[in-house]
């Protein structure tokens, strides 16, 4: 396959220094960006007999680099923290809410249903359901559809969906046999019994099981698999590194404009006060190309500079049926309208479901590409965007892996992550799903678009995409 994707993608538009130079352009278009955006005359995607679904807000605590100002808490107070936001930001009554998801990846023992535990601590109703959901990066995502079902068959009328990550401190398990021999010592009856079993231990028992982002039917790491996929498609160390630059470039530019308007400041116990993303950074291309190869060494091109970076953060985000949110006096951010998840090879395939998802759910809403106005992608890893963007740029790979006559094509980069992305802002595994579609909604009344795009991958070989229309302002 890599050899055929190598060959195929030669021929693509996208040149290796477009990353720097769409940063530059970007940044001093966006009110050329929302002129163009503003002569087009679109028609809504509501439907007869569908009820509207409307986001009315999104919040998220600053996302911040795993091991520093959170890392003596738990997940559950990052989630708890999440939701006061969204109730601070919104006043919405505590009893309104029908009922509560989050998604989260790696759960801490003691919270295994963190939504009810983050809902009581942040004063809920004892009376509002809450549940847990896990789908690796798009978790949240995840948490927002399936409040979207609940509201479109009826169920509710209000849900609060989220999620939260807590790469500080993550469960480190003792081995196997030192479990079981844990195991054993409880049900021991008699002292010679548990001399026994402790007699049995050996220093390899103490070893400790140390979780790693790796595929469980691959045993390789996401990392790894990130890179061969840029070798794959022929993506450049070069060009992985300008998008990188990109991210971050952007990222600084909207946090210092103040359009991060979802991060909430968040009190952290025993510490300052904290109100802005903490990975922001931006660098050169000199500094880039001095960092080593971090998964596939010593020739990779994927190093910690272009990949996200284990971050601690939670969002929320209040939705609810149009009707609902009006009678209660809210103006909604924007429609979520058609979505998909897809799944596909986990072994070479593993990060594309951006490349898979868009089609789809383009097709499903009746758009183009064109239609779109703003688009957010999660940044996995600036390898895994650029795959992404040239397998939707190919024809080749649209009638060979997806059974399409012809690509979907790339989004045009002045469309794309104006705001900065994961790789910069950060990336919590469970909550990133929640600030994709904030964003996209924040972006669209900013510039003046009507329809916005959202796509991720995840771990799994799984992916999902979302259309999401504007509010009429």
């Known amino acids: 396959m890599a050899s055929m994707l190598r060959n195929s993608m030669r021929c693509s538009p996208i040149s290796p220094a477009w990353a720097v130079q769409c940063a530059t352009r970007s940044l001093g278009t966006t009110a050329q960006l929302q002129a163009q955006v503003q002569t087009k005359s679109k028609k809504s995607l509501s439907r007869p007999g569908v009820k509207n679904i409307v986001l009315v807000e999104g919040v998220r605590t600053p996302f911040l680099l795993s091991g520093t100002t959170y890392s003596d808490m738990m997940p559950h107070d990052l989630a708890r923290a999440s939701l006061q936001g969204l109730l601070n930001k919104t006043a919405l009554p505590k009893d309104a809410v029908d009922y509560i998801i989050y998604g989260t990846v790696i759960q801490e023992v003691k919270t295994s249903n963190i939504a009810r535990e983050a809902a009581l601590g942040a004063g809920f109703s004892d009376k509002t359901p809450s549940h847990t959901v896990t789908m690796a990066c798009i978790s949240s995502n995840q948490a927002m559809t399936t409040g979207v079902g609940l509201i479109a068959s009826g169920q509710c009328d209000t849900i609060v969906a989220g999620g939260v990550e807590f790469m500080s401190d993550v469960p480190i398990r003792h081995s196997r046999k030192m479990r079981k021999t844990m195991l054993s010592l409880n049900k021991a009856k008699t002292l010679g019994q548990r001399l026994s079993l402790i007699g049995g231990i050996r220093m390899a028992h103490l070893a400790p099981e140390l979780p790693a982002v790796a595929e469980f039917s691959t045993a390789e790491t996401m990392g790894h698999s990130a890179d061969r996929l840029a070798a794959a498609f022929g993506v450049t160390r070069l060009e992985q590194d300008e998008f990188a630059l990109r991210s971050h470039t952007l990222a600084k530019k909207a946090q210092d404009a103040g359009l991060l308007e979802d991060v909430i400041s968040f009190k952290v116990p025993g510490r300052d006060i904290v109100s802005k993303d903490n990975g922001i950074r931006p660098s050169s291309m000199e500094q880039l190309a001095k960092l080593k190869a971090a998964f596939v060494k010593p020739h990779g091109t994927v190093t910690a500079a272009n990949s996200s970076f284990l971050t601690d953060g939670a969002s929320a985000v209040l939705i609810m049926s149009e009707e609902k949110a009006l009678a209660m006096g809210y103006k909604p951010k924007a429609y979520l309208r058609d979505f998909v998840y897809v799944s596909q090879d986990p072994k070479d395939q593993l990060l594309l479901g951006p490349a898979y998802g868009t089609p789809k759910v383009l097709q499903r809403a009746g758009l183009t590409m064109a239609d779109i106005d703003v688009f957010e992608f999660h940044e996995a890893f600036a390898g895994q965007i650029m795959a992404n963007l040239k397998a939707m740029d190919s024809d080749w ?38 600030r994709l579609v904030t964003t996209v909604a924040h972006r669209l009344r900013k510039e003046g678009g009507q329809y916005g795009l959202v796509a991720a991958c995840a771990a799994g070989g799984q992916g999902h995409a979302m259309v999401i229309e504007a509010y009429p302002q």
């Open 397 to 434: 790979f649209a009638q060979t892996y997806m059974g399409r006559t012809s690509k979907v094509g790339a989004p045009p980069m002045e469309k794309f992550n104006l705001w900065g992305g994961s790789l910069s802002l950060g990336h919590p595994f469970g909550a990133t799903g929640c």
